[in-house]
Nanobody
Framework: QVQLVESGGGLVQPGDSLRLSCAAS????????IGWFRQAPGKEREGVSC????????NYVDSVKGRFTISRDNAKNMVYLQMNSLKAEDTATYYC?????????????????????WGQGTLVTVSS
């Protein structure tokens, strides 16, 4: 069964850090561009970051640049999202998603037809 499973969410205070993990099973991440999306309550899902399969090039939306870092460990079939200096507006359910055909760029977040594998999400709550 091809799936992605996120973990690492939780309740933190503003300014804290969290690292989200995305584990792949049933397929090899090596050939997939992996991205992170998030959806806050009452809001539309939005792309956050992605990392390409071949060269590990990355992309971040402006709201997380300088605070979030995406990385991958193909040997472990894992992708990570290190989130620092968390803000209340980062509160959302975070999803990882994979595509075997897309590269990592701003268009990744809008190419839903080619976003083939989605995780079930992990909740991040930033609150004092």
């Amino acid at each position: 069964q091809v799936q992605l499973v996120e973990s690492g969410g939780g309740l933190v205070q503003p300014g804290d850090s969290l690292r989200l993990s995305c584990a792949a099973s049933g397929f090899t991440l090596d050939y997939y561009t992996i991205g992170w999306f998030r959806q806050a309550p009452g809001k539309e899902r939005e792309g956050v970051s992605c990392i390409s399969s071949r060269y590990g090039s990355t992309n971040y939306v402006d709201s997380v640049k300088g605070r979030f870092t995406i990385s991958r460990d193909n040997a472990k079939n894992m992708v990570y999202l290190q989130m620092n200096s968390l803000k209340a507006e980062d509160t959302a359910t975070y999803y990882c998603v994979g595509s075997p055909v897309l590269g990592c760029s701003g268009s990744f977040y809008y190419s839903y037809r080619d976003l083939e594998v989605w995780g079930q999400g992990t909740l991040v709550t930033v609150s004092s």
